[in-house]
């Protein structure tokens, strides 16, 4: 659903390139080309002539019995800083490559973790960069797993949120992902109630899919500019949803109470800004007590908060919309494609209210 750039401010196309490629799609529909009309439907899914370069899988790499490929050091990182190690994941559902950040605090103690998902046409590292979250994790101590979609799995890089295939706990993508994190947690010294998940775009919408299939793994949930659980089927209908918002129908799990934080900007043309909302009904928080509260920080875009609370006063869900702001990280760095480093600060409060909630058991 985004095409990376080196940006302060993400080009909007759904004014331009999004509409001309749906206008074909629906002329190659008409005239029974059903083929290249679905072609269409995933350029316009994953941006215009998206230019995402592949990322070589290792060939040589040996697979060891947890299903991960031995994991080999990024160069140049100073060990104060901790570092940041590159594998590859390979189980019953497929294999994808991966990047893992490990704090300079590991080995102390059990750390959090925090699984990040890159939107359309976005890799692992660009992610990372954009988003500052391996900064933030030298500084608190937690490890980020960033997950990366092949070309291979999606031409666009997109996760692929909007099959039935893989919106199911036992299927695809959401099956892949968990035993990635499994084996991963099975490698490294993570706290297994402090795991999270975070998303942009189609990576937070497959970040709302994992904590619907999944709530016996994850604490909490972040969705950037994302969609619910269940909002589409299929091409069409997630075209549909991302022009108007799609309600979402969850999974097999009936996930309800798993602590949810969403962010999304009122100005966004590429995934309509009332999927928010959507994504926060799917939680299961819509009907609790609710406060609103106007966010304004010198410097940075004005935000409305809203916070969700159960009957006890626990937080169940909080919904941050950022004024002004397109489909593009909040807060974000200039280092990173599809940012807003205008907007409040998205890693850093997803940050508070994840470690705010511990999984229950």
Not at 78 to 103: C, F, K, M, N, W
Not at 112 to 124: D, F, I, N, Y
Not at 349 to 358: Q, V, W
Request: overall charge neutral.
């Amino acid at each position: 659903m985004t095409r990376p750039r080196r940006a302060v401010q993400p080009r909007n196309f759904v004014n331009t390139d999004f509409q001309a490629l749906m206008a074909r799609a629906n002329r190659l529909t008409q005239s029974g080309d059903l083929m290249a009309a679905t072609a269409a439907i995933q350029q316009a899914l994953g941006g215009a002539a998206a230019t995402a370069q592949v990322r070589p899988q290792p060939a040589d790499a040996p697979i060891d019995g947890s299903g991960l490929v031995r994991e080999v050091d990024a160069p140049s990182a100073p060990a104060e800083a901790g570092r940041t190690v590159s594998g590859q994941h390979a189980g019953a559902h497929g294999s994808r490559d991966y990047r893992l950040y490990i704090p300079p605090q590991a080995g102390s103690a059990a750390l959090p973790l925090v699984m990040m998902l890159h939107g359309c046409t976005q890799t692992a590292d660009d992610f990372a960069a954009g988003t500052g979250m391996s900064l933030a994790a030298q500084e608190r101590g937690f490890y980020v797993l960033y997950p990366e979609q092949s070309a291979q799995a999606n031409p666009q890089r997109c996760w692929n949120w909007f099959k039935h295939s893989h919106q199911q706990r036992e299927r695809g993508e959401p099956a892949l992902l968990a035993a990635m994190l499994k084996a991963v947690l099975a490698e490294h010294a993570v706290d297994p109630a402090r795991v999270y998940v975070a998303g942009l775009s189609a990576g937070g919408a497959m970040a709302a899919i994992l904590a619907d299939t999944h709530p016996d793994l994850f604490a909490a949930v972040g969705v950037h500019s994302g969609l619910a659980a269940g909002s589409a089927r299929d091409l069409p209908g997630a075209l549909s949803a991302m022009r108007q918002g799609g309600a979402g129908s969850g999974g097999t799990s009936g996930r309800g109470g798993v602590p949810t934080i969403v962010f999304h900007g009122d100005a966004d043309g590429t995934v309509h800004p009332s999927n928010g909302e959507h994504v926060i009904a799917a939680a299961g928080a819509l009907g609790d007590a609710a406060s609103s509260e106007r966010v304004q920080s010198r410097g940075r875009r004005a935000s409305t908060q809203r916070v969700h609370r159960a009957d006890d006063g626990s937080v169940l869900a909080e919904h941050w919309v950022v004024h002004g702001s397109a489909h593009a990280w909040s807060g974000g760095t200039r280092s990173g494609s599809y940012t807003d480093p205008s907007g409040p600060d998205a890693t850093a409060e997803m940050l508070r209210f994840f470690f705010e909630h511990g999984r229950r058991h």
